[in-house]
């Protein structure tokens, strides 16, 4: 997920300026004169940064993590890397990067990385983003909100495929930039151009070319190494209820939507359906481990589902209809992160869940994208859906035989795949069970008291996660956060490694020698921490990190046959890359929560949204970890921390 703050709101488009089908249905959230992919072409490329700068920042986020007899040891190694055979991966590393322009030196390693790894798709690397209610309380009925919502994703989809979307930009002096004078002049710039003119004022076009696998995609199974696979012609959704699958044509032979009210009534019959619950529901198989699915993906085409699972797979995307309400904000949280996977396909790029109550989320499979690309199709629909619904509570669904529509998919299962189905279901059951989810919402502050305070909302959240972690463990252990490279083209993300010496300093100050320090002292502290994130921040997303160009050097290393140098057999560069605390951050008017689960098996998973006047956190983690404890941790630091910014005398 984006590390820096997306707000993607925009003017609400005139009505005239929507486009119309026969069918007099808006198809389109709006015309932007200025092409969806016009600057695309001229997007900067992702740097690759000094090998010397690489390994200076190496080392200092490594300084809290060390001892000084280790730090010594991993600084000697370290050296030796970048005078010997570092130097020699990273002018190879830049010469094959200089005969891929196209692309970017991280595209391949990541997607790598993603489809290499072998474990289950859910809990270890899809996250999820819920939607904030419709401020219209009656439009969060189930059928209501659930056709709305199509619709408008629908929309989004067509709108993006015409090249009607709005490019993403970045926009530093919206004043300048954000305007209509600005797109009618930067239109008639060629694409090749066309950056460096929104460069001029100050706004920073983003990389778009992941939209594209936000619909008819999925994650294929395979063995070692999964696929991507996209079939742009299907014109049909899928809908998950009670573990049991339908699909329908969405979109019609000539390329327009359906009649909401015909979507409403499709969606209305299978609501309707009293068929059981599954008995041997195929989505758990998508919760396996990939190894083991891509075999059990071959019998299954063996067994004669062939056009059953690629109807699954080409689905313009996959809606989850839930048979229950949400109880609470924790609730909401494994409902969106997991739920049952007898009504989830973990595997497509991104299932859209709507529950009984109309309460709705995304979980979205992350090997094809980050969060930029996700967050702004919620935000489009999200806006969409509650200022132009396609249908109302009153609204009566169209008079069609929605029986003859309606598919039922029928999997053919032998006794094996039967086994093999209760097998996911007791791997994946007892996953979920050691995983908490806890939450707090701190009410004392937020972005706009920091900023008053002259101080990073982000890095005050973080300087608080540190403090937390020291309080209740007494240590500092590998932090990551993530931060998007989508300045650049084919940027992913990068890391920015929020434990510092002077996060260290800070909080140890703070738990540890609270008495020996003045609220002045302590708010110096504060300040210098807020400016070294700020930095690290900044370096990241301008592609200055050191952890994927480390990252592309060990990957060229393996391809090369080169055997694994010593820098990288060191146990500080396992133990920097093994993050006990993964964070991530997003604030969106379309998102109530986001989260994720923890990535190894002993840490925490941090979703968390700064507010103008509150913070909200969202903490996963399995039996070894008490998370209820760190979020009370976390609590109490940001109180410490506000506190003294306030000038206020903090008692220990």
Same mark, same amino acid.
């Given at each position: ?41 001229? %997007? ?37 890397? /970048? ?30 990385? *993603?489809?290499?790894?072998? /474990? ?40 993006? +495929? ?9 926009? %530093? ?19 090749? %151009? ?8 100050? @706004? ?7 939209? $594209? ?6 994650? #294929? ?22 573990? &049991? ?28 359906? &009293? ?20 075999? #059990? ?21 996959? %809606? ?12 909401? =949280? ?6 049952? @996977?007898? &009504? ?66 029928? $999997? ?48 005050? @959240? ?15 252990? @590998?932090?990551?956060?993530?931060? =998007? ?46 400016? *070294? ?20 050097? +060990? ?22 890359? *093994? ?16 989260? $994720? ?31 209820? /404890? ?23």
């Amino acid at each position: 997920m984006a590390a820096r703050r997306l707000v993607l709101e925009r003017a609400a488009v005139p009505c005239w300026r929507r486009a119309y089908s026969s069918a007099g249905t808006a198809e389109f959230l709006h015309r932007s004169i200025v092409p969806t992919m016009h600057y695309q072409k001229s %997007l900067p490329r992702l740097p690759i940064p000094k090998l010397e700068d690489t390994i200076r920042r190496y080392l200092s986020a490594q300084k809290p993590l060390l001892n000084d007899d280790q730090f010594r040891k991993t600084e000697e190694l370290a050296h030796q890397f /970048e005078k010997g055979i570092g130097r020699e991966l990273h002018e190879q590393l830049v010469a094959q990067d200089n005969q891929n322009k196209h692309t970017s030196y991280i595209t391949g390693p990541w997607f790598d990385m *993603y489809l290499k790894a072998r /474990e289950p798709v859910v809990l270890n690397f899809n996250p999820f983003m819920s939607f904030n209610p419709d401020p219209k309380s009656e439009y969060n009925d189930q059928l209501t909100r659930a056709t709305n919502m199509t619709v408008s994703a629908i929309r989004f989809m067509k709108t993006f +495929r015409a090249g009607y979307l709005e490019p993403e930009v970045f926009h %530093l002096n919206p004043e300048k930039s954000d305007t209509q004078l600005f797109k009618k002049i930067i239109r008639f710039v060629p694409s090749s %151009l066309s950056w460096f003119g929104a460069y001029m004022v100050n @706004a920073y076009p983003l990389d778009m070319s992941q939209y $594209f696998r936000l619909f008819n995609s999925a994650r #294929l199974p395979k063995l070692n190494r999964d696929e991507l696979y996209t079939d742009e012609k299907a014109k049909h959704l899928l809908v998950l209820r009670k573990g &049991n699958f339908y699909v329908f044509d969405i979109i019609d032979r000539d390329g327009n939507m359906l009649k909401p009210s015909e979507i409403q009534a499709h969606l209305k019959y299978i609501l309707s359906d &009293n068929s059981p619950a599954s008995a041997f529901p195929l989505g758990y198989l998508s919760s396996e481990n990939r190894d083991t699915w891509a075999l #059990l993906r071959k019998d299954l085409l063996d067994n004669g589902n062939e056009e059953a699972l690629r109807k699954i797979d080409s689905a313009v995307f996959c %809606l989850s209809l839930d048979d229950f309400p949400i109880k609470d904000l924790v609730h909401l =949280s494994h409902t969106m992160l997991h739920g049952d @996977a007898a &009504n989830r396909w973990y595997d497509k790029s991104f299932n859209l869940i709507i529950t009984k109550d109309g309460t709705a989320g995304v979980n979205f499979e992350h090997s094809w994208g980050d969060g930029v690309a996700v967050l702004r199709f919620q935000n489009e629909v999200f806006k969409d859906s509650t200022k132009a619904p396609a249908v109302s509570p009153q609204s009566q669904p169209a008079s069609v035989d929605s029986s003859t529509v309606v598919q039922k998919l029928d $999997f053919k299962l032998n006794d094996a795949l039967k086994a093999a189905i209760t097998k996911a279901k007791q791997n994946f059951d007892a996953n979920v069970e050691g995983l908490s989810l806890n939450m707090i919402q701190f009410q004392e502050g937020g972005k706009e008291l920091l900023k008053q305070k002259k101080v990073s909302p982000d890095a005050v @959240a973080q300087l608080a996660f540190q403090m937390a972690f020291l309080r209740q463990y007494s240590q500092t252990v @590998a932090t990551y956060e993530s931060c =998007s490279t989508a300045a650049f083209k084919h940027g992913r993300t990068e890391t920015i490694r929020p434990a510092s010496i002077h996060t260290k300093k800070c909080s140890e100050a703070f738990v540890r020698e609270l008495s020996k320090h003045s609220t002045e002292e302590l708010q110096e502290l504060i300040v210098e921490c807020s400016k *070294y994130h700020g930095r690290l921040t900044k370096e990241a997303a301008m592609g200055q990190g050191f952890d994927r160009h480390l990252f592309g050097l +060990r990957c060229l290393a393996l391809s090369k046959g080169i055997a694994l140098p010593d820098f990288y057999q060191d146990q500080a560069y396992a133990r920097l890359n *093994y993050n006990i605390i993964s964070t991530s951050t997003l604030v969106s008017p379309a998102v109530q929560l986001g989260g $994720f689960g923890p990535v190894v098996p002993d840490g925490f998973g941090v979703g968390y949204q700064v507010h103008d006047d509150w913070i909200g956190c969202n903490v996963s983690s399995y039996p070894t970890r008490n998370g209820k /404890e760190f979020l009370q941790c976390i609590h109490k630091s940001l109180e410490d921390i506000f506190n003294v910014l306030k000038g206020k005398k903090v008692g220990s």
